[in-house]
Every structure is written in structure tokens, then in C-alpha cells.
């Protein structure tokens, strides 16, 4: 909040909350989301997240992940409901490690 009031960002709100609990009763609500930024645990996201987000219908998703596997399953579920990947970018958070994070940005077809 202090950093959205020293840029002068006034369009944009701010919520604490368990992410999937939030998520889905947004979606039940019929709120309208402009962008969702997802960074899910190793397990990924469920069916019940994921569906909200694609209920939303954001017209930017951003995941972020440390597990390529749950990344790649869910990635799948979002492509199959009306997104599309745009980019795809690995971070090395952890040199000298095999940890890698992948930032991947999606759009609405």
C-alpha cells in the first residue's frame, strides 16, 4: 500500500486471504479481475483455483512456479479454457543449485 500511494497507483486494491478460498468466492461474486498473479505451492494449483481464475476471465495470467510438472498440469488446464502462453521465462533464484523458477505469462485467446 505505501509503495501504490509514493507512485500515485490508485487503481488497485489490496486483500489478505487464503488465495484459493479468495479466488473462489470472487468468482461466485461475478467480480472482474483485469490480471491474476499466481504463485501456487510445489503441489501447484487445484481444479477449484483454476476454475475461478478461468470463470474471472483475466485477460493476463501470470504463474509463477518452482515445479515444472504441476506448472506444466496446470498450464494445460488454462490452455484448454481460453488462454494462450505468451512467454515463457526461467529464473535462477538459486545458483549452483537444480532449482529453477519459471515465470510464464498467458493471455486470453
Known sequence: RIN??????ENIRFYQNDAGKFLVEMAAQGAKVDVVLMDPPRSGSDEAF?????KMKP????Y???????????????????????KIQ?????PHTEHV???VSLVRK
Open 50 to 54: 483454476l476454475s475461478s481464475v478461468v
Open 59 to 62: 485477460e493476463k495470467v501470470v
Open 101 to 103: 523458477e519459471c515465470i
Open 90 to 94: 526461467p529464473v535462477d533464484m538459486f
Open 4 to 9: 501504490a500511494k509514493c507512485n500515485q497507483v
Open 64 to 86: 509463477i512456479s518452482c515445479n515444472p510438472e504441476t506448472q506444466a498440469r496446470d498450464l494445460t488446464y488454462l490452455v484448454k479454457n481460453g488462454y494462450r502462453v505468451k
